[in-house]
């Protein structure tokens, strides 16, 4: 096979749209490439695909990546990535019922913004007093950022996520279903499930993942690492299309297009009333009602989004330590090396005259407010990166030096 | 609701071989497996395969040597719920079932899994891995059990899978072959109203095209079809 006929796998999510648009754009053709994109509807299949040469490259969730290079899971250190695809997008979603159980015990607390699950933790509580079956709540992969960012949101509210509730894995297809069913009590899931669930009168979303991390990682283009040491131009060239896609995707009077794209049915096959929310950042729930405009729902280019920030992995890495997954012992500078490769990204950067980062990892959770990013090739606008609880995640302790000159930032926030 | 679950030849393995080793939560064994064939009690085997008729295919395959259980559309927790149940010590899927993702999860829910459960591949050479991939059969197997136990069992929901496969294609083939078959008769009848060809000469005429052109007789007619439908106005 020629190294500049590619397939990528992909999952039916609203946050495909730039590998979508690349295609349909010609962005890949632009750069003498032929892809063909391949759906999967389960991330183990598209991981043993990527793995197996099936597929030359996935839009996959970060951590499988990260857990990859940790040598968690069956394909240890086969994985890398030089492109993350997108930031935020995510968000957690409960049933009807809990929904009223928690306006009934804490109305107050669904007008703050972001919303602490003080009433869920009362909720948590009573169950076990009465001996019912603990809560169950649904995220679309073990090692996914769905996953974090619930735990993170529950721990926040002294909830324990092993403990206190029941979290199970669903695919992402099949999480509407399963609260239909009446089988779990709410989920973390990417979009346009969330809005499926509202849509159908089935749920409420509660919190949206950016309120949880502002601007924090999702999916990445990965691809395997020797793949990338033995096709270097098509990568670049990879990587290339999928900037010019993402800048494209990114602008917002583009975006109700890309919806449309993605309706199509060799893609995420929904309406495009379903895509829009999530796409276009107007209508979206959170704290149980609709809120009329979150420009940032969805990020795809702007904040240097598609760095693949080393801070980033670190900060997966430091999850899976937090949750027994990974051994404290592990080595966090190799495994972010190893995961997220920056040196591929800067060149395409370069290439097409896209400010790119200087630095590879940054301080995250120290800017309630979009700030300017002078390590940089000219100086990048930068979104904010707060955390639901204010706390501060200092990659390195070089990192914490280097943002020091910014400390008044990080200490005016908490 | 009827159960889902189907046990076979079930009750009197309370116990696995491999309930001896014991593991760590990172999956390590920190004791060996003692090798004792002799006494090997028959694996528990879990089916979860959203098509029954495979599903039965394997199980039969594998009735003789395990305790094997079936799963058909039984999803998430549900699906959860049955294997900590059933604590098998093999599960056979679909490679392409998105209920793969759930089962994953199961690696570190090490308080309803006596031992994690692990993926075949992480215990087996390329060419094992590449013949289970090749023919759709995913396994995950009880941390800690040897590959010399599980291949048996791995090898024969191979062989089923490829059973399947082939009396699918087969179905497949023998619709396609209808279908090619009506075509041409459509085609020929074409030929004899606006040719005044007899069958024969139809149908030699639409062969001789046929290999001439190095097409085969259902694209032919196809043609045929759109030619004589374009110039006669209808078909």
């Keep these: 096979m020629s ?6 796998g992909f999952a039916r999510l609203s946050d495909c749209a730039s590998l979508v648009a690349a295609k349909e754009r010609g962005e890949f ?72 159980q928690i306006r009934d015990i804490a109305p107050e607390t669904l007008q703050q913004r972001p919303h602490l699950p003080t009433a869920l933790r009362t909720i948590v509580a009573k169950r076990r007093e009465t001996g019912e079956e603990p809560l169950t709540l649904g995220h679309v992969y073990h090692y996914s950022m769905h996953g974090y960012e619930l735990r993170y949101w529950l721990a926040a509210a002294g909830i324990d996520p092993d403990n206190d509730v029941k979290l199970v894995v669903i695919p992402p297809e099949r999480v509407v279903d399963s609260l239909a069913r009446g089988q779990i009590d709410g989920f973390c899931v990417g979009e346009p499930w969330n809005t499926a669930a509202i849509e159908a009168g089935l749920g409420r979303t509660l919190i949206t993942s950016a309120e949880i991390w502002s601007n924090a990682p999702e999916k990445v283009l990965a691809v ?29 009077e583009n975006r109700l297009i890309a919806a449309q794209m993605l309706s199509l049915p060799n893609y995420v096959d929904m309406p495009v009333s379903m895509l829009s929310p999530s796409l276009t950042g107007r209508d979206v729930q959170t704290g149980g009602v609709l809120v009329q405009n979150m420009p940032d729902f969805g990020i795809f280019h702007r904040y240097a989004a598609n760095f693949p920030w080393r801070s980033h992995a670190k900060w997966i890495l430091a999850q899976m330590v937090r949750w027994g997954e990974a051994l404290d012992d592990v080595d966090i500078e190799s495994v972010a090396t190893h995961a997220y490769s920056t040196e591929l990204y800067r060149k395409a950067a370069a290439e097409l005259g896209i400010a790119c980062p200087t630095i590879d990892e940054k ?11 002078d390590a940089a090739t000219s100086p990048i606008a930068m979104g904010p990166d707060l955390f639901m609880d204010g706390k501060i995640y200092a990659p390195s302790e070089s990192g914490k030096a280097e943002t020091d000159a910014e400390s008044e930032t990080a200490t005016n926030v908490k | 609701m009827p159960s889902p679950l189907t046990p076979k030849n079930s009750g009197s393995n309370l116990t ?27 694996l528990r085997v879990l089916i979860i395969d959203d098509l029954p008729e495979r599903a039965k295919l394997v199980e039969q395959g594998l009735a003789e040597n395990a305790v094997v259980h079936t799963a058909s559309q039984l999803h998430g927790k549900q699906l959860l719920d049955l294997v900590s149940e059933i604590r098998p010590d093999v599960i056979i899927m679909d490679c392409e079932s998105p209920d793969r993702d759930s089962i994953e999860s199961l690696r570190s829910v090490v308080q309803n899994m006596s031992k994690p459960i692990v993926m075949f591949v ?10 289970a991939i090749e023919a759709g059969v995913s396994a ?14 791995i090898d024969v929901a191979i062989a089923r899978f490829k059973v399947m496969d082939g009396l699918r294609s087969e ?65």
């Design chain 1, 3 to 8: 190294p500049n006929t590619l397939k990528i």
């Design chain 1, 29 to 100: 053709e632009k750069q003498g490439l032929t892809v063909e994109l391949k759906r999967y509807s389960s991330w183990a299949a598209m991981r043993d695909a990527l793995a197996n040469g099936v597929i030359d490259a996935a839009h996959m969730l970060a951590p499988m990546v990260v857990a990859s290079a940790a040598g968690l899971g069956p394909y240890p250190n086969l994985f890398t990535t030089s492109f993350a695809i997108n930031l935020n997008g995510n968000a957690i979603t409960v049933s009807n019922s809990l929904f009223q």
């Design chain 1, 224 to 252: 395997r690492t020797t793949w990338s040491t033995q096709n270097e131009d098509t990568h670049l060239s990879l990587l290339k299309a999928m900037l010019t896609a993402s800048q494209w995707v990114d602008q917002p």
């Design chain 1, 363 to 373: 301080l995250e959770g120290a800017h309630s407010h979009a700030w300017l990013l």
């Design chain 2, 16 to 42: 696995t071989p491999s309930d001896q080793s014991v593991t760590t939560q990172s999956g390590e064994a920190r004791k060996p497996e003692p090798q004792a064939p002799a006494k090997a009690l028959p």
């Design chain 2, 122 to 131: 992480e215990e087996e050479n390329d060419q094992a891995q590449r013949a």
């Design chain 2, 140 to 153: 995950y197997v009880v941390d800690g059990l040897t590959p010399r136990r599980v291949r048996p069992v």
């Design chain 2, 171 to 235: 179905l497949k083939k023998t619709k396609d072959d209808l279908a090619a078959r009506k075509v041409i008769e459509r085609a020929k009848g074409l030929l004899m109203k606006s040719r005044n060809m007899s069958e024969e000469e139809a149908f030699a005429a639409m062969r001789t095209m046929s290999q001439e052109r190095g097409r085969p007789l259902k694209e032919i007619a196809e043609s045929v079809i759109s030619v004589l439908t374009l110039l006669g106005g209808q078909a």
